[in-house]
């Protein structure tokens, strides 16, 4: 198979927000919010910057209740099969709003080089870290796989 791979990485974290559609519909719906609930409204609904983000990163999704968990290398080159450029089957379009629970920071010696938001309920995503084309990301049942793969 041609692919290329989006980031050159000998590290992944994975970050996980277990919270409801309900919770986040009801911290969206309330007049006043806390600061917590302002950081996990944006980190669940906005898409990634084109820049990646800084060492910081790590502790900002810490503050808002995310989950870190260290990705085994021994699924490296599944991740990495599934992070890169190439050819895919047409899928099906989604039409919900994300909801990103799920965030993946990839280093290369200690250092960012690429940054996932993954909604595998809207299989939706947003990449940054790569010049390569990232919009087909998730097609041919990848949404599946990584989901496997993490949870």
């Known amino acids: 198979m041609n692919c290329k791979p989006y980031f050159d ?12 559609r309900e919770l986040l519909e009801e911290m969206d719906t309330k007049k006043t919010k ?6 996990q409204i944006n980190w669940l609904r906005q898409y990634a910057s ?3 983000p800084d060492a910081g990163v790590s502790n900002e999704l810490a503050f808002a209740a995310y989950v870190k968990k260290a990705v085994p290398a021994a699924v490296f080159t599944q991740i990495q099969d599934i992070f890169c450029d190439r050819p895919h089957e047409p899928g099906p379009a989604s039409g919900c709003i994300p909801e990103f629970r799920d965030i993946l920071l990839f280093k290369k010696k200690q250092q960012i080089v690429g940054f996932a938001k993954i909604c595998f ?4 995503h947003s990449i940054s870290g790569t010049d390569l084309n990232t919009s087909e990301f998730g097609q041919s049942g990848d949404y599946e796989k990584l989901f496997n793969i993490l949870h």
């Open 9 to 20: 990485f000998d590290e992944v974290d994975h970050y996980y927000l277990n919270i409801s």
């Open 34 to 39: 806390t600061y917590l609930e302002e950081k």
């Open 121 to 124: 309920t809207c299989h939706k």
């Open 50 to 52: 084109d820049e990646l």
